[in-house]
């Protein structure tokens, strides 16, 4: 058998018996109505094949609305998965297989597709009526819009109830199952085990069985269609071999419970109890859900009245001898702007995290950006430093909320963590660390009354002690106000004030000694191009850098993880470089840094279209640079 | 075992060594004093006592005392609170705020403070105008106030602490004056015992910018006649000489206000206050001069489970931090796979 790139694999066999095609790597998008279960398919999906062993990346891509008018283009839900044999670093460009349940999801998604990928339509559902609402004026089953691609038409809602013509279901609730019946014949074009998702059923719907039963019955009968219908010459599925992972145990992952449990795990490693404020916003609020109901592992999670509660009951908590984190999406974060002032000047921890979203105010709410990134390093009023750390993918997530962890108690400082919509919603596979394994961090609380000095710095750190109220002997008063630098008294003393002004800046700043020098993800430490990167454009990024290195381009891949302050060794890095590409989901802000800090040229390559980066984009714009 | 005998502590033991920087004759003086006084008598532990405030002259107390205190921000300080108590339910939390910070800028957080019965004192020194920032109309404000900001008089109608305070579903409203010492002290003493939310309205002068504000029921020639001191269970009565009560109009739902030994009423026809109806602490904290005398004491206390309390229910309480196994366990729940 061939292996070959799925994005050339013609989908024809010769004349004869079914086959199963080998593929390296297979790009799937489920797309139909915000009431399809399309996400929950997706969800399924991956966990199959996970459990398969290929490695994957998803991006789960749906509207704001929960239940947008039944048929309409703004009520599309989409899940998209790349997986394969060969480690899989983004949800992929384009897809090879497009399953749309309703003409709605087709004229939304069937661009993205690639020519020639297979694109499967529920002809049942393309009623004149559904056809234009989702605005198309013809057919597209007959106009020759299909044509590009290779069109499987099948009267899934026909199928579905055709399949559950037993069950004493309405007509409404046997149509429901269509997303099941979908999932199966997928299921069935890549070989996969329907067991874990029958189980899955079961539980779900414990309290209902009948409904399990006919979720089971649907997605058998789509099964069973693939097995036995005639499709396309002989058209016998495709096969996509487990990739080649390191040992060990895996589970899928989204970037806001690696987040949450990144979080819990570093608590623990510092043997704190953690405080989680937090107000509901999408895309962060998954966050929250992932946090709440785990009392038992030292939790509190709290939702606030708003966002301003949300940080300042953090900020409480600190104070009190606790880890306190609060967590939203760019609007919320500048609503707690006065609540970092006060953790900034109070001087104690605090982990924000921003799980970024795009455009201003409202923008895009379940649409993805980099757009915080000012916010986070600048937006605030007065000389207001703090450290800014970002996630790269959803495993990433893990261990970046260790380090902030790390960060905000040994320099007594807030901590943003930049995540983004796409993070914190996509799956891949994580190889779970043992605990045991890792660094603790040690955090010692003052108890000691003698000479105690509430501003009183350590000489390596700059950070002051950390008393928990309610300790004997240790009794004193702090404030947003300016304070004495070692008694804590309030103080309008100017030279006090330049004192305090200079040390919360040169604390920050002396991070940069206690994180890693800046390394070169892939390629060489000096060269013709590095392209720069900070968050979720990493995949892409690596894909592009990957593809280019193999026919000879000399480029390489940075990627920071700490925006700010920046590793000490990022300056002569970037030096060495002729051209320094920055591709943002932003209009241009780390290359404004960059440009600022380093006096270099760095160039920038900027989208908002609330979609990541395709690898193609950064491919094109590394061809493109001129010397 | 060992012993410990305590040294029995007295107010100075509460006062911190800063200057205290109120105008001179502030209102705000006469309550520090009052809680240094009060504190002793409490059974408290130095050390578990947090103040936290905000922004405003009531909001410099914490400086003022010898234990923990945290000056936030402007009208945040129930929300510091909360979090202090989610951290450390043992801390015995006061929250200072004042009729601008708690009810203007930082409402919504005194709100819902109060609906979800955290266990903590909140103090609110109400003078009816901003003082900081010298001198603008607060949300207390009686409309026709002159100010910096309203020179032609204040249009906004101003919001009565004690019913915003019930409205809000406070377990434990109570009302002193800033030069009432005994009575200050009786209320915290009240407000410290209740377990939940307890909220104390404190009128309190400001000489400077709204002096005499209060004096129309506070003014020691007219407080007899319209101050009406409640207590559970007791008449409500009033007057120099304890001759006028409240009571309801027969026929009608009003309360008025009814002179005993006239028209045939007798102590008997007055209303006795109940300390645990809501209904009756809404109609006492509506009552205002000139027609009615300005209710005083607990007009409401009835306690119910605190913040604190349901939290434990749910085991969402203060679990210790987790280890090591209790993290890997966490991190394996649900399908894990092994590749060899």
Redesign the interface.
Known sequence: MVVTEAVSAPLEEKSGAKVRREVLSVVVRFAGDSGDGIQLTGSQFTMSTALIGNDLATFPDFPAEIRAPVGTTYGVSAFQINFGARGIKTAGDEPDLLVALNPAALKVNLDAVRRGGVVVIDTGACTPRSLRKAGYEGNPLEDGTLSPYQAIEIDISQHTQEALGDFDLSQKEKLRSKNMWSLGLVYWMYGRERQPTIEWLRAKFAKRPEIAEANIAALNAGHAFGETAEMSGGFGGYSVAPADLEPGVYRTVSGSEALAWGLVTGAGLADLRMVFGSYPITPASSVLHALAGLGEFGVTAFQAEDEISAVCSAIGASYAGALGVTSSSGPGIALKTEGIGLAISAELPLIVIDTQRAGPSTGLPTKTEQSDLYQAVFGRNADSPVAVIAARSPTDCFEVAIEAVRLATKYMTPVIVLSDGYIANAAEPWRIPDVEQLTSIPVKFRTDPEGFLPFKRNEETGARDWVAAGTPGLEHRIGGIEKDEETGHISYDPANHQRMTDARIGKIAGIADDIPEQSVELGKDRGRVAVVGWGSTYGPINRAVTKLQDEGVDVSHIHLRHIWPMPRNLGDLLAGFKHVLVPEMNAGQLVTLLRDKYLIDAQGLNKVTGQPFKIAEIEAAVRGLED | MNVTTKTPLTDKDFA?D?EVRWCPGCGDYAVLKALQRALPKMDV????L?F?SGIGCSSRF??Y?????????HG?A???????????S??DVWVISGDGDGLSIGG??L??VLRRNVDLQILLFNNEIYGLTKGQYSPTSRVGTKSPSTPRGSIDHPISAARFALGAGARFVARSVDTLQPHLTEMFHRAHDHRGASFVEIFQNCLVYNDGVFAHFTDRKVAADRQLHVAHGKPLLFGENKDKGLRIKPGTMRVEVVNLGENGVGEDDVLVHDETDRTVASVLAALEPPEFPVALGVLFCKPGPSHEDA?AT???????????????A???R???????
């Not at chain 2, 129930?78 to 450390?88: D, E, H, R, S």
């Not at chain 2, 679990?319 to 890997?328: E, R, S």
């Open positions: 911190s800063q532990e130095k050390e578990k947090v936290v914490p400086y005392m010898a234990n923990y205190g945290f000056h936030t921000i945040r129930p929300a510091v609170a909360t979090g202090i108590t989610l951290a450390n043992d801390l919504n957080h709100l819902h939290l749910q085991q969402a309480g203060e679990a210790p931090p987790p280890g090591p196994a209790d993290l890997n966490l991190l394996r649900g399908h894990t796979w092994t590749v060899a």
